[in-house]
């Protein structure tokens, strides 16, 4: 079925599924109108924050549906299956809300005139990128996937530069836009492959086309999957595709950057899990073992980000530089369920991707918030504007201890389950190099996250007390409470994700 066909298979119904979309790109075209009328800019951010509720709200009614179903029921199949409402979709929708309704709250507190001349640009600028990576999710059409994933970039090349008075970040667009659109090159090239071989856009369709087709094309789809896997190795800042990151975090204003580390990051990430389980499970043949290459590269990727993460991290002495390469660590994290795929007793490889990514938004969006307050108070984001500030902040350093036990990994932390469920997975499935890997970045990362705890608690400095903005101080508190709570009953968060998720129908796409 082509494009046409397939929009005008979209009936005023099936429209309606896509409430949450549509709620966001209202919201934003409005502002973009009302932004001009406004008297009081700061209005703009809570009308975005009351958008991005609403969203969430109707992701959330939507999925108490499914899980109101048999697991793997109720599956919204949209245009011949090129956009999917599904459990998998559904729960990276509300990773993304959720972390951007922080990072809205984070910015009312920590933004000035200032840092952002026009804030209501930056406001409504939002909300289409979180529409893009939304879009990502649900994407079963490598069509509709790249639509989403330039509606992400564009949007987020200017966020990334609206600070267009300082050179810092005027340097960290142009090498976001370099980098970007050449991710964006590979993966669109890796597409082109498929396409080539299967004459179809539609994943379903893709996955037929290799198991008829595997045999004779060997060679392409190794290149294929080489494409894409280094394009979304750059997009999701894994080693050795990473040296963008620690410019361009550091460059960017907080909220964005924390925009980049979990909903960019993690919009990547939905595409690569649905590509990789829809495609290369059917892209071997006899002789050719293709499958496992892809995943052992997946796992090499993984290894390859922990381990250059943690060490380049040693000698940062920039917070925000240092959040980039412990991101590099995490996308390695992150990329191991994805790599273990299904073998041995391990199929659970979703929930702990889920788990650890839901955790990994409580504990950077935090930490950035924290940073933030830091920043404006310091008026640098350096480690020394950390020194003593158990004794100029001490519930906020509190906060920001649990935010750095949770990034090493270490009880009772939301973190370190969700480490924990990963390396379980890795031994299950009999990886057990990937499994050491782990350990060993995770015992690296004390190193410079124990660094800046030393920095909080045993540094004196005769600096006035820090001031936490309401809305910072918000953040800052349901993302500790979160982290704190995930690493205390962490069983039954993981046993709802895997009892309701069905991975043959939520995440693999039927042929259209």
Known sequence: MDATQQLQ????????????????????????VFDLFLPRRAATGWITLAGLLTSLGFVVWRLAELTDKPA????????????????????????????????????LGTVKRSDIPDRGEFYYLLLPAVCGAMIMASSGDMITLYIGLELLSITTYVLVGIRKHVAQSVEAAFKYVVQGGISSAVILFGMSYLYGITGATNLGAIAQGLKDHAIDYPAILYVAFFFLIVGFGIKIAAAPFHYWAA??????????????AVVSKGAAFAVLFRIIYNLAFFASSPGKPLTNDVFLALLVLAAAAMLVGSAMALRQYNVKRLIALSG??????????????????????????????????LMTIGALAVIGVI????????????????????????????FL?????????????????????????????????????????????????????????SEALVRV???????????????????????PALDWINGHFAIMSDLFVQQG
């Open 405 to 461: 036990l949770s990034l090493a990994g270490l009880p009772v932390t939301g973190g370190f389950f969700g480490k924990l469920f990963i390396l379980l997975g890795a031994a299950q499935s009999k990886d057990y190099w990937i499994a050491a890997i782990m350990v060993a970045s995770s015992v690296i990362s004390y190193y410079f996250y124990f660094g800046l705890i030393r920095q909080m608690f045993m540094r004196s400095t």
């Open 72 to 107: 793997g029921g109720g599956v919204v199949r949209l245009m011949a299956d090129s956009y999917r409402i599904d459990y998998f979709s559904s729960l990276l929708k509300i990773v993304f809300l959720v972390a951007t309704a922080f990072i809205v709250l984070m910015s």
């Open 375 to 402: 920043a404006k108070s310091a008026g640098h984001d350096e480690i020394g504007g950390f020194a003593g500030l158990y004794y100029r902040a001490p519930w906020t350093a509190a906060a920001m201890t649990v």
């Open 247 to 260: 410019d361009v975090y550091q460059g960017a204003p907080t909220p964005v950057t924390a925009f980049l």
């Open 328 to 361: 590099v660590a995490n996308a390695g994290y992150l990329l191991v369920p994805i790599g273990l795929a299904i073998k041995g007793m391990h199929a659970s490889g979703f929930g702990e991707f889920v788990f650890y990514l839901a955790a990994y938004l």
């Open 469 to 491: 903005p309401v809305p910072s101080g918000i953040v800052i508190w349901l993302c500790a409470a979160a982290t704190v709570a995930l690493g205390i009953v962490p069983g």
């Open 9 to 32: 298979s979209l009936s005023w119904s099936d429209a309606a599924y896509l409430a949450p979309e549509w709620i966001l790109i209202v919201f934003a075209i409005g502002l973009a």
